[in-house]
Each structure stands twice: as structure tokens, then as C-alpha cells.
Nanobody
Framework: EVQLVESGGGLVQPGGSLRLSCAAS????????MAWFRQAPGKGPKWISS????????RYTSSVKGRFTIFRDNAKNTLYLQMDSLKPEDTAVYYC????????????????????????RGRGTLVTVSS
């Protein structure tokens, strides 16, 4: 069964750090562009970062640039998101998903991946930033 399982979420104070993991199984992980999305309470899902298949190219939405780092270990079939300088507005369920490469190539730097184009995803992990 194809699975993506996120972990690493929790409660953290503003200014703190967390590292999220996304473990893939029964899935050609190393062949795919991978992304992190998040859904804040009462809001729709939003793309926050993506990384190409070999890890050599990354993108971030403006609100997390400079604070979050996406990386991957293809030998371990795992995607990561290092989150530093966390803010209360980062509170959300975070999930990982592959992105279709053909679709991704149609996006320029001003277009963010549409969460509606996700064809499968993990269940997510909750991050709460609060004092």
C-alpha cells in the first residue's frame, strides 16, 4: 500500500523550532518532486515548499522563506521540513505530497502549486505554536 506518514509535529513556543518528517513506502519516492502543504484552522490548504527529485532545487512561499528548510534523503525515502523561528500563524496541520512533474513545469516563480492538484497525500501532523 502506498503510504506517506508525517511525524514531528507538536506544541512549541513562538521562536522555537520543529523538524517534520514524511516517510514514504511502496512509492517511487526518489522519482518525484515532493512538497509540504499546510492547512490552518478554518482555512483552506496552502502550499509552503517543494523540492525536486534529487534535492537540488527548492522553493518556498514568501511567508516561510528564510525560516523553513525543505530537504530529502532518497536513501531513506524521507522528506523533511526544518522549521525555525516559528510564529503563531504557522499553526496548522502539515502534510506532504508528491507533485506531478509535468504540472510543476508549467509554474513560474509567481505561481504556487495548487493543493487541489495533489493526487495523494499523508494524513498530516499538527503543529501548534503558542505560548
Amino acid at each position: 500500500e502506498v503510504q506517506l506518514v508525517e511525524s514531528g509535529g507538536g506544541l512549541v513556543q513562538p521562536g522555537g523550532s520543529l523538524r517534520l518528517s514524511c516517510a514514504a513506502s511502496e512509492f517511487s519516492f526518489s522519482s518525484y518532486i515532493m512538497a509540504w502543504f499546510r492547512q490552518a484552522p478554518g482555512k483552506g490548504p496552502k502550499w509552503i515548499s517543494s523540492i525536486n527529485s534529487d534535492g537540488g532545487s527548492t522553493r518556498y512561499t514568501s511567508s516561510v522563506k528564510g525560516r523553513f528548510t525543505i530537504f530529502r534523503d532518497n536513501a531513506k525515502n524521507t522528506l523533511y521540513l526544518q522549521m525555525d523561528s516559528l510564529k503563531p500563524e504557522d499553526t496548522a496541520v502539515y502534510y506532504c505530497a508528491p507533485i506531478d512533474a509535468q504540472y510543476y513545469r508549467t509554474l513560474d516563480s509567481s505561481n504556487e502549486p495548487d493543493p487541489g492538484r495533489v493526487f495523494f497525500r499523508g494524513r498530516g501532523t499538527l503543529v501548534t505554536v503558542s505560548s
